[in-house]
């Protein structure tokens, strides 16, 4: 059996409650493919995750956007694993590049993230990315080899990882890594799964896209052959995230 499609919507930190109603409201009124053709998650705020939890049609999960390293107590601000598990949210995206770079999150650190989240029975969206000067420089797959890597080392099953490939320069800023370069860095992450991790494991993970995707570029996108979905950022909080998710129907 294939790969499943699989489109994320990362609210970050944006919305009030009507916005976040009106989002809810197009998603349930949207017409999207049925559950077995794309796997569809939308992670809102933390302090509107119930209600968006309570409020969308069951087709679409949710997810938080970080979780802490470890079980609950005095850290304040943060949000542990268990309390997700208690609310029912069954995935969270770790490592994101706004966490990594503004929060000075290291490789190690999403790798111990992404464990402690899959050890509470949490799923994960683990994300990677170059920056800029990484790309230009030549050291596009050293970079994100060596963040997977970090997640490889402190986890034994992927089978609830799901790989976020997000060049830093595209996210936001309207650039976007054209499909042959977003095909070449997935197939080069399977490549590495293959050779460090197993054969099974690079078949059978999902290796999706984030990097100012939209209703224009997610077919030709989503259509190349090591690209199994997206992660999307602003468009998500749009109604053209209906068509970015339709475009699952290009793997069909």
Sequence with gaps: ???????????????????????????????????????????????????????????????????????????????????????????????????????????????DKVAYALSQGLKVIACV???????????????????TKAIA????????????YEPVWAIGTGKVASPAQAQEVHADLRKWLETNVKADVATSTRIIYGGSVNGSNCKELGGQKDVDGFLVGGASLKPEFIDIIKAAEVKK
């Design 1 to 111: 059996m294939g790969r499943k499609f699989f489109v994320g919507g990362n609210w970050k930190c944006n919305g009030t409650k009507d916005e976040v109603k009106k989002i809810v409201s197009t998603l349930n009124d949207g017409q999207v493919p049925s559950a077995d053709v794309v796997e569809i998650v939308v992670s809102p705020p933390f302090v509107f995750i119930s209600c968006v939890k309570t409020e969308l049609k069951p087709h679409f999960q949710v997810a938080a956007q970080n979780c802490w390293v470890n079980k609950g107590g005095a850290f304040t601000g943060e949000i542990s694993a268990e309390m997700l598990v208690n609310l029912g949210i069954p995935w969270v995206i770790i490592g994101h590049s706004e966490r990594r770079a503004l929060f000075k999150e290291s490789n190690e650190f999403v790798g």
């Design 129 to 147: 990315g170059e920056t800029l000067e990484e790309r230009e420089a030549g050291t596009t797959m050293k970079v994100v080899a060596a963040q």
């Design 153 to 164: 080392d402190k986890i034994s099953s992927w089978d609830n990882v799901v790989l976020a």
